[in-house]
């Protein structure tokens, strides 16, 4: 976004770069029998909920406002991850 990618192909780059960290992950562990599999779908199916939620919200709000909304967040959450 800082140099000029809009927000909808940020938003879609970063969620097709995080489901092969996930994939990866998920092979990985499932390698080493280290899953909880009833762990897996209580977490797993609320998350796609939200991914479908949140793709339509990014359809449906103005660019330019999910912009800044995701900015706040960044400025934020930034020091918080980092000092902790």
Known sequence: M???VP????V?????Q???VAAFATVGYVARDAVSWPLAVAIGV?????????WKVAQSV???RLTRVL?????VLGP???LR
Request: glycine letters at 12%.
């Open 2 to 4: 800082a140099v000029g």
């Open 7 to 10: 927000m909808l192909v940020a």
């Open 12 to 16: 879609g780059v970063a969620q097709v």
């Open 18 to 20: 995080s489901i092969f």
């Open 46 to 54: 609320p998350e796609l909920v939200g991914v479908v939620v949140g």
């Open 62 to 64: 103005d660019a330019e």
């Open 71 to 75: 900015a706040v967040l960044l400025l």
């Open 80 to 82: 918080y991850i980092a």
